[in-house]
């Protein structure tokens, strides 16, 4: 019986009404983190925003584990998630990237970031309507895609630094927030960390405690690498399923 069981069945039924309030303040948490980075994404204060969006993500990853924690999941603490991500992942950092330099695209601007924010909430319906407990996720998890579109934001000085100027270029950006919206209305399969007790999140933790340490000590935009890292391990993964039918077909 792992930990989560055990603290599960100690909460009597008396005590657990009581708490089922307490996930809503996490989740109330990332709304209202989401609404602030708007505001300073509207006041041209870009890096405050993104601090803002990562903290939403803090909040959203506890709201669950909490309930899960004192065994007091609901189908509308689940539905009130999903809003309060569409706020922080999907409408926050589509209205921060065109505020911070994708409004000079002109139309084309306009049109990338309405369909990144189309592919998010296309990605939370569809995961609230078929989601299974397993160890993957179908299509990226919009607090992944905000994450490597914003690190474009906070890194800018160091890509700009190392000579990337291509990546700001309009043309390759427009195609890169495409391709993450594509990645999140997509079936490719990417890894789940919900479930620690699973192989596949064992392993992937210790790799990105590795990594990060690795880019840490090289000094190196941690935030832009493991985002990175976690579309190619998805894409990997979806090649090396792809390829394992095809043989099963084969014989």
Not at 187 to 193: A, D, G, Q, V
């Amino acid at each position: 019986m792992n930990v989560t069981r055990k603290i599960s069945n100690f909460v009597t039924h008396k005590s657990r009404n009581s708490l089922k309030v307490v996930p809503f303040f996490f989740t109330f948490a990332n709304a209202l983190l989401g609404m602030f980075a708007l505001m300073k994404a509207l006041d041209d204060q870009f890096i405050v925003a993104v601090y803002c969006i990562l903290l939403a993500a803090f909040m959203d990853g506890l709201d669950g584990r909490i309930a899960r924690l004192f065994g007091v999941t609901s189908c509308i603490g689940g539905e009130l998630d999903s809003l309060c991500d569409a706020i922080s992942f999907c409408l926050a950092p589509a209205i921060l990237i065109y505020s911070w330099g994708v409004q000079d695209f002109g139309i084309v601007g306009l049109a990338v970031v309405g369909l990144y924010l189309c592919a998010g909430l296309f990605r939370l319906a569809r995961f609230n309507v078929f989601h299974k407990e397993n160890e993957s996720f179908m299509g990226l998890p919009t607090p992944m895609a905000a994450f490597f579109l914003l690190s474009f934001v906070l890194y800018r000085d160091w890509f700009e630094a190392h000579s990337a100027y291509f990546i700001f270029n309009k043309n390759f950006f427009s195609l890169v927030i495409l391709f993450v919206a594509f990645l999140m209305v997509s079936t490719i399969k990417f890894p789940s960390f919900k479930y620690k007790e699973s192989k596949v999140a064992k392993l992937w933790l210790i790799s990105i405690f590795l990594f990060t340490g690795i880019c840490v000590i090289e000094k190196y935009p941690v935030m832009f690498l493991l985002p990175l890292l976690y579309i190619f391990s998805g894409l990997f993964y979806q090649s090396y399923l792809q390829f394992k039918k095809l043989l099963i077909h084969c014989d």
